[in-house]
């Protein structure tokens, strides 16, 4: 059975609602030149990373735990002439980060609700290599404290994710400040789910009898009325900067 996500994203280059014209503004605001080092975790199909190396000519590594991922992101820096700027890893995203790496940028756009976060920033914080490098951290937060009610309807415990102020408070714990932030607009969600749901009903017309079309619709239909109905107006997401203190 094809899995919705893999159907519903597979137009998408990232995981999370940024477009392209953020991403050059995350990398204004890094000060991103050439020759610097940059580890991509959870990379995906290399999509920040190889436009990073081609309109900033840095070095990097990106890394996932899916080989498929991989295999398109190696095959994209080929399309783009990027591929002796970066290389690409199948590994544990969480075990690849070592003290001796150096890098000056570290992403990680996916962390994701659950994680034990200070954790996590600190092992990243060890493969920077000094005062001046960065790591970027993409997280969904709680924009408006839902009710009691509305999270238990919904099935979603309140410590399901952070608020917005959590962000700052994590980074403190691993001995980072939070210098700056990128938030998103309803706009760039609006269009990120959209994308989906046309990707989804493509798909729908393109397969009207297979047998995993009614799955696939049932989960489609439940995209729309979780987003519509809770989180566009709960839910909240950014990349959040971080420096050593």
């Given at each position: 059975?094809p ?11 990232l ?42 000519d ?40 070592q ?50 009610a ?23 714990q ?12 309803h ?34 239909q ?24």
């Amino acid at each position: 059975m094809p899995d919705y996500n893999d159907v519903a994203m597979s137009d998408q280059p990232l995981q999370v609602p940024l477009s392209d014209d953020a991403l050059a503004a995350l990398a204004q605001r890094c000060g991103l030149h050439s020759g610097l080092r940059v580890l991509d975790l959870s990379c995906y199909r290399g999509h920040l990373l190889n436009t990073w190396a081609r309109d900033y000519d840095l070095r990097g590594t990106g890394v996932d735990e899916r080989p498929e991922c991989i295999n398109i992101a190696q095959t994209r820096a080929n399309e783009l002439n990027v591929w002796t700027n970066v290389q690409y890893v199948v590994a544990d995203v969480f075990e690849y980060p070592q003290p001796f790496h150096e890098y000056n940028l570290i992403t990680w756009l996916t962390v994701g609700a659950g994680l034990d976060l200070p954790r996590w920033l600190a092992v990243m914080r060890t493969a920077l290599r000094d005062r001046t490098s960065l790591i970027l951290v993409g997280e969904s937060y709680w924009k408006a404290r839902p009710s009691r009610a509305a999270l238990k309807q919904k099935g979603i415990p309140i410590h399901a994710l952070p608020q917005l102020d959590d962000l700052r408070l994590v980074g403190e714990q691993a001995g980072l400040a939070l210098v700056d932030m990128l938030l998103l607009d309803h706009a760039a969600w609006d269009e990120y789910y959209a994308q989906q749901w046309r990707t989804v009903a493509r798909w729908l017309r393109d397969h009207p009898n297979d047998d995993d079309a009614p799955e696939i619709r049932r989960q489609w239909q439940a995209s729309q009325r979780q987003y519509l109905s809770f989180e566009r107006e709960a839910v909240g997401y950014g990349v959040f900067v971080y420096s050593p203190i």
